[in-house]
């Protein structure tokens, strides 16, 4: 049996699905983009901070996992969490209510923060059995793994790991990822003939996801400086804009634009209007979400937190060369 090998870009095949599949596929993950935009609220995306995140990547690339199930244990492990939290102000608010004794609130979270390494493991392995057609990580890889860090755990509580996170989630786990977003409107760039090839613009995507998914909270910082035109967001406007930060749509067309301005800006506004007719959002929200990411990956220069927010040379060109398309 031949060793494990990391995805190969080159795997991925753009242009061997039926346009049917295709508008089938992206009217679902539009549909599923809407319900979480909507349902978005208090901690929502909490758990997708770098350090978690740079983890979940350095164990999938150890264990060789197409770069998939990266983002598909992010997003179990995000849900999950979310849960856990969710029960416990739930609980805590029933026994305010109630008066009765309260829970060793201490031991709760010593419990929870003891088990999360154990958690965040189960999500990659459960993310792995949904790309079985891959690579499944085995008990025996993941109990020797933990080992290696100093955690001991017997297969039975692997095992029951996984399935209290299955529970958790209703046995919901195949959910969706911006990777599928981005992937599948490539797809349909490459049908509507895209002057930049999807191939081409692929692996560029996956590196600006990558950057964006680890510098999470200070591209969506720009972002939202840029969308009120204020360097200091209010509380109320940072949580109204959880929202923006669910909305996997707009983070795969902004990833999408950056790299095909990257890639090659002079068919840069060709493929922003692509974006812009296939899913409807405006392009002056493209041409900003692009910018933020352009900011953080090449390196411009970003107002400091105490300056106002004047537009960039680079996002008023982007944002001319949105207009020029209307």
């Given at each position: 049996?031949?060793?494990?090998?990391?995805?190969?870009?080159?795997d991925?095949?753009?242009?061997?699905?039926?346009?049917e599949?295709?508008?089938?596929?992206?009217?679902?993950?539009?549909?599923?983009?809407?319900?979480?935009v909507?349902?978005?609220?208090?901690?929502?995306?909490?758990?997708?901070?770098?350090r978690?995140?740079?983890?979940?990547?350095?164990?999938?690339?150890?264990?060789?996992?197409?770069?998939?199930?990266?983002?598909?244990?992010?997003?179990?492990?995000?849900?999950?969490?979310?849960?856990?939290?969710?029960?416990?102000?739930?609980?805590?608010?029933?026994?305010?209510?109630?008066?009765?004794?309260?829970?060793?609130?201490?031991?709760?979270?010593?419990?929870?923060?003891?088990?999360?390494?154990?958690?965040?493991?189960?999500?990659?392995?459960?993310?792995?059995?949904?790309?079985?057609?891959?690579?499944?990580?085995?008990?025996?890889?993941?109990?020797?793994?933990?080992?290696?860090?100093g955690?001991?755990?017997?297969k039975?509580?692997?095992?029951?790991?996984?399935?209290?996170?299955?529970?958790?989630l209703?046995f919901?786990?195949?959910?969706?990822?911006?990777l599928?977003?981005?992937?599948?409107?490539?797809?349909?760039?490459?049908?509507?003939?895209?002057?930049?090839?999807?191939?081409?613009?692929?692996?560029?995507?996956?590196?600006?996801?990558?950057?964006?998914?680890?510098?999470?909270?200070?591209?969506?910082?720009?972002?939202?400086?840029?969308?009120?035109?204020?360097?200091?967001?209010s509380?109320?406007?940072?949580e109204?804009?959880?929202?923006?930060?669910?909305?996997?749509?707009?983070?795969?067309?902004?990833?999408?634009?950056?790299?095909?301005?990257?890639?090659?800006h002079?068919?840069?506004?060709?493929?922003?209007e692509?974006?812009?007719?296939?899913?409807?959002?405006?392009?002056?929200?493209?041409?900003?979400?692009?910018?933020?990411?352009?900011?953080?990956?090449?390196?411009?220069?970003?107002?400091?937190?105490q300056?106002?927010?004047?537009?960039?040379?680079?996002?008023?060109?982007?944002?001319?060369?949105a207009?020029?398309?209307?």
């Amino acid at each position: 049996m031949d060793g494990p090998r990391l995805a190969s870009l080159g795997d991925f095949q753009f242009g061997a699905v039926t346009t049917e599949t295709i508008e089938d596929a992206l009217l679902h993950l539009a549909q599923q983009n809407e319900q979480a935009v909507r349902e978005a609220a208090g901690w929502t995306g909490s758990f997708r901070e770098t350090r978690i995140v740079e983890f979940v990547f350095l164990l999938s690339e150890q264990w060789c996992l197409e770069k998939s199930v990266s983002y598909q244990a992010v997003e179990i492990l995000e849900r999950f969490m979310v849960k856990q939290a969710e029960n416990i102000c739930r609980q805590a608010t029933i026994q305010l209510r109630d008066k009765t004794e309260p829970q060793n609130w201490k031991a709760l979270k010593e419990q929870l923060f003891n088990k999360f390494i154990l958690r965040l493991v189960s999500c990659v392995q459960l993310a792995s059995k949904l790309s079985f057609h891959y690579k499944i990580i085995s008990n025996v890889t993941v109990l020797n793994f933990l080992q290696a860090l100093g955690y001991l755990h017997t297969k039975e509580e692997l095992l029951e790991s996984e399935l209290d996170v299955l529970k958790s989630l209703n046995f919901q786990i195949n959910l969706p990822t911006p990777l599928a977003y981005v992937e599948m409107l490539l797809e349909v760039l490459g049908y509507n003939g895209c002057l930049v090839p999807a191939t081409q613009l692929h692996a560029t995507c996956l590196t600006l996801l990558d950057l964006v998914y680890l510098l999470r909270e200070p591209v969506y910082e720009s972002l939202l400086r840029a969308s009120i035109e204020n360097s200091t967001p209010s509380q109320l406007q940072g949580e109204k804009f959880i929202s923006v930060k669910e909305d996997f749509m707009l983070l795969a067309v902004g990833i999408i634009a950056a790299s095909a301005f990257i890639q090659n800006h002079e068919c840069w506004s060709q493929v922003v209007e692509h974006l812009r007719s296939i899913t409807g959002i405006a392009l002056e929200s493209i041409a900003e979400f692009s910018y933020a990411i352009l900011t953080h990956s090449v390196g411009a220069n970003t107002p400091g937190p105490q300056q106002a927010v004047p537009p960039h040379p680079v996002a008023r060109a982007l944002r001319a060369a949105a207009s020029s398309n209307t």
